[in-house]
């Protein structure tokens, strides 16, 4: 009986997939492309609802050019069995969950990685009495039409941190900050989101909060505007003063400041 084991990365539906072994293994459909790769032991969380675990690829692995320069903006999930080659059948999951971090070192990288059960169980967000809205922008609780609000153009003079739209010129500064960006991998063929910084009326520049990567000149990109969570901007770019979350009418002054005339 040998036993090797068996990694599979996947990003919405691009696959890559490996091996320990020393050759490449064929399971039907897909060949698994024999990398040296060690991992650390499955480790469970104190009150054991959760486990970590750690794999190191080296650098020409395919799928860590998913994090080169910024983590993708969607889920990226890796699957780990061990395998044996004579009956040919996975024979234990040894880890199912998604990647979190991934590591740099000098000749490998280090992919740290999450169980699904501990991103299920992790604390959500509590909400708070604060002035500014909790709401996501055109979630379930904003209620707002998100194709009302986006900008459809082609992107130009690309840099580091953003690009040149003329379909955004007119628009007022910073009417896509808050916002994001929604264009197409030009390799992957996925669908990347990324946030705005900031925008210029004059010139239709877009500045993001990472590099676009998988965006090319002269394509796609659409544009949706951004909001600052205050009431002001939910009502007059939005019209949506009656779903806003905040609480902008909190007193400002402290009832225990020993003033007399609170």
Known sequence: MSDVEIYKVAYEFNRWQYTSGDEDLYIQPDTYRAV?????????????????????????????????????SGLVTLLCEKFDVQLNQSTEIVFKGRIVNVAWAEDHAEVTCESSSQAIRRMGLRRHYQYGCPHMLFGGECRVDREQFVTIGTATNLTSVGFEVIEAIGKDDGYFAGGYVEYFHS????????????????????????????????????????????????????????????????????????????
């Open 187 to 262: 390799e992957l063929q996925t669908t990347e989101r990324i946030a705005v910084a900031e925008s210029v009326k004059s010139t239709g520049q877009i500045t993001l909060f990472s590099f676009p990567i998988g965006l090319t000149p002269g394509a796609e990109v659409r544009l949706y505007a951004g909001c600052d969570r205050t009431l002001q901007t939910c009502a007059t770019r939005f019209n949506n003063a009656e779903n806003y979350g905040g609480m902008p009418f909190i007193p400002t002054k402290d009832p225990f400041s020993g003033d007399p005339l609170y």
């Open 36 to 72: 040296p790769i060690s991992r650390s032991n499955v480790e469970l969380s104190s009150d054991e609802t959760g486990a970590s675990f750690t794999v190191s690829f080296p650098l020409d692995t395919e799928f860590l050019e998913l994090f080169r320069v910024s983590p993708p």
